[in-house]
C-alpha cells in the first residue's frame, strides 16, 4: 500500500463524487486481495476465491489488453463497465472525445481501497465522464440512468464486462444487467416517442400560448369520478354509465366524447393529450361548448378553437414543464403512462376524488373490435366505404395492419392485444397501486386489469380545485426572453455530458427544454454524420428559427 498514491487518488474521486471517497477511505484492508506484476510490469490485482487468487487482467501486457477492448468495438456512445479491475480496459477510453459517459458498476469497497492504494488512477478519477456505482441498488442504476443517459446525446449504451471479474461475482452482476435492461426500455420507450413528435411538441406549444395566456377556466372536484375509454366493451357499459354519473364526475377521453354523445351523455369534462393532428376527428361532430375541454399544453392548436371553455395542463415534456415553471403555473397531468386513460385517471387524483371507476379499458381488441360504435373510426372509415371494400374489410384491415398481434382467449372469448397495449395496461396497474384513490375498472371484454390493494388510501375527501396560475407576463414577453436566453447559451462542444456539467442550472434546463427536438434530428441523421454537440446547435437552430416566426409573423 502507498499512502500517497491512495491519498491522490481519493482527492481526484472527491472532485466528483466525494462521498464515495470518504466511503472508500473507510473501507477495510482486504485480506482476499493480491497483487501481481505482469511481464509488462504493470499490477494485476487478484481476488481470492475457494483457496485460489484469480488475476483481473492479463498477466503478460494488461495495457495492452486494454486497448484491445477500444478496438473491438465503436467509441461512440455511452459505456458501461461491468467490473472495474485496475481500469486498464477502461483508461484508453477517456482519450476519445465522441465517449460521452463511462459508467463503472461494481462490487466490494474494500476491494477498490486496495487498488486506489497501489495504482495511481487520478487522470480516469478526474475525468467528468466517468462516474462509479459501488454495491448499488436496482432502484439507484434506475435513478442514475434517468438522470444521467440522454440518448438523444448520449449514443447507444453499450455494456462490457470485465469478464475474470464478472465470474467472480454472478449474482451480483445479473441483478446489475437486469435493472439496466429495466431502465433502457422505460428509457428507449420515452425516446421513441420524441424522435417522432419531438418537434410537434414544441411547435403547437407555441402556437397555444396565445390562447393558453387568457384561459381562466376551472374544474370542480368530486369525491367519485368516472373514467371513459373507448375500447369496445363502452357499449356495454352505457347505461351503468347512466346510473353511476349522477353522484360523480364523468371524464371522457377524446376518443370516447362521440361514443358518450351519441347515447346522449354528456361528460363534466373531456381531456386530450395527442400532439398529432389526427385527434381532431374525435371532436368532427361537435364540441358541447358547456363542457370544459382540458388540453396538453402540446395539444394541436386547432383543438383550442373549438371549445369555449378550455384549459390547458402540463405534461412532462420539457417545454411545457419550462413554461409552467417560468411564466404561468399550469396543472401538471401524469401522462407518463403513454395513453389517455392513464391522464384522465391523474387529473381525477389532481382533483382528489377517492374512487375512479374505469370504462371501456379494454387494451385489446375483444372479438377483433377496435373502438366502441360512434368513436372517430366509423365514420372515418365508411365515408371511405364501397361495394368493392365494405366497411367490414376496413375494419379487419385496420387491425390486422399490426403484424405483431397477439391472441388471446379468456372468459369473454377472443380477443387480440399488443405490447404497447400491454406495456400500458401494465403501467397502469403499477401507477394504480401508488395512488392515494381507489382505482376500480369495470369489468369488459378485454384485457383484465388487475389493481393492487392499497390500505394508505384515507377514508377523508379532500377537494382540490384545478386552475392555472396567473401568468407573470404576456407570452410575448415570456417568449422573447426565452428566445434570449436560448441563444446566449454557450456553444456545445463534444463530449457533450461535460459540456452540460459545465453550465448553469438555468442553462441546463434550457438545454433540456430542446432535447426531444435533437431527438428528431438524432433519427433522421447517422450517428456518423454529426457529433451531439453539432446536433444540438442545429437543435437551438430549428427551435430559434420557429420561435422569431411565430414572434414577428
Known sequence: ??????????????????????????????????????????????????????PLHSLVDPVREGKRFLETISTQGFFVFLGFGCGYQILPFIERTEVSALVVLDTGLELFRAVFSRIDLHKLLLDPRVQFLIDPSPEEINQFLLSRYIPA?????????????????????????????????????????????????????????????????????????????????????????????????????????????????????????????????HFMNGFPQEVPLLLDLASPPILARLARKVMFFSSPHPFSRYISTHWRPFPAIDTSGGNVSHAAISL?????????????????????????????????????????QPLESHFVHFLFRNQVLEKRIGEEGLRYTTKPMISYKERLEETAGKLPARIIPIKGKGEPIHVPANPSISSSFTPRLLAAGIPSSSWQEFLTSYLHKTKALPDPSDPVISYLDSLSQDERNLWTTLLPITAVLRRKCPDTLFSPAELLIQSREWAVKKIEQHLYA
Open 1 to 54: 500500500m502507498n499512502p500517497n498514491i491512495l491519498e491522490r487518488n481519493l482527492l481526484a474521486l472527491s472532485v466528483r463524487d466525494p462521498l464515495l471517497s470518504t466511503r472508500i477511505a473507510r473501507a477495510e484492508d482486504p485480506l482476499e486481495v493480491r497483487f501481481l506484476r505482469s511481464r509488462s510490469g504493470h499490477e494485476v490485482v487478484c481476488l481470492e476465491r475457494n483457496g485460489q487468487f484469480h
Open 153 to 281: 446525446i448520449s449514443g447507444d449504451m453499450k455494456t462490457i464486462p470485465l469478464r475474470s471479474r464478472v465470474d467472480l461475482a454472478t449474482e451480483f452482476f445479473q441483478s446489475c444487467m437486469g435493472a439496466l435492461k429495466k431502465g433502457i426500455e422505460t428509457l428507449s420507450d420515452d425516446f421513441t416517442v420524441q424522435t417522432h413528435f419531438g418537434k410537434k411538441w414544441f411547435t403547437n406549444s407555441l402556437l397555444n400560448l396565445k390562447v393558453a395566456e387568457k384561459s381562466t377556466c376551472t374544474i370542480q372536484p368530486r369525491r367519485k369520478a368516472l373514467v371513459t375509454a373507448a375500447g369496445p366493451s363502452l357499449e356495454d357499459q352505457i347505461e351503468e354509465i347512466r346510473i353511476n354519473r349522477t353522484d360523480g364526475l364523468l371524464i371522457a377521453t377524446d376518443t370516447s366524447l362521440p361514443v358518450l354523445l351519441a347515447n346522449r351523455i354528456l361528460p363534466d369534462v373531456v381531456i386530450s393529450i395527442d400532439c398529432q393532428h389526427i385527434s381532431y376527428n
Open 348 to 388: 381525477a387524483v389532481s382533483l382528489g376524488s377517492q374512487d375512479i371507476f374505469l370504462y371501456g379499458a379494454d387494451f385489446s381488441f375483444p372479438r377483433g373490435k377496435s373502438y366502441a360504435r360512434g368513436s372517430y373510426l366509423y365514420p372515418y372509415l365508411d365515408y371511405r366505404s364501397s361495394r368493392f
